[in-house]
């Protein structure tokens, strides 16, 4: 079983940055995949950003430039690094992390608020 716990959200002006951190703790795969999703008020949850064992990434279109995924050696701790933020990136923000049998775990999310 896997647990993972977001930390870092808050509410801040456009243009502003914020670091969300996810520390998974359970069952750790080094061939874990981790990604950042995000949800707003009255969409679907998207993808943001995804981070492969082997340290790929890819980012949604919207992000890309903005916000940076990485993690530590250990696929324990998962950043997500968010700059120049917008209000349209406001939302809830979920830690995914799937195990190398596909089998996905979502930590409780994190509120970003992006307003002036």
């Known amino acids: 079983q896997v647990q993972l716990v977001e930390s870092g ?3 801040v002006q456009p243009g502003g940055s914020l670091t969300l951190t996810c520390v998974v703790s359970g069952s ?3 061939n874990n995949v981790m ?3 995000r949800q707003a008020p009255g969409k679907q949850r998207e993808l943001v950003a995804r981070l492969t064992s082997s340290g790929g990434t ?3 279109d919207a992000v890309k430039g903005r916000f940076t995924i990485s993690g530590d050696n250990t696929v324990t701790t998962v950043w997500l690094q968010m ?3 917008q209000p ?3 939302g809830v923000y979920y830690c995914n992390v799937v195990n ?3 089998q996905s775990s979502w930590g409780q999310g994190t509120q970003v608020t992006i307003s002036s």
């Open 35 to 37: 990604g950042w999703y």
């Open 58 to 60: 890819n980012y949604a």
């Open 100 to 102: 190398p049998w596909g």
């Open 88 to 90: 349209e990136d406001t």
């Open 9 to 11: 959200g808050g509410l």
């Open 83 to 85: 700059n120049t933020l």
């Open 28 to 30: 750790v795969y080094n």
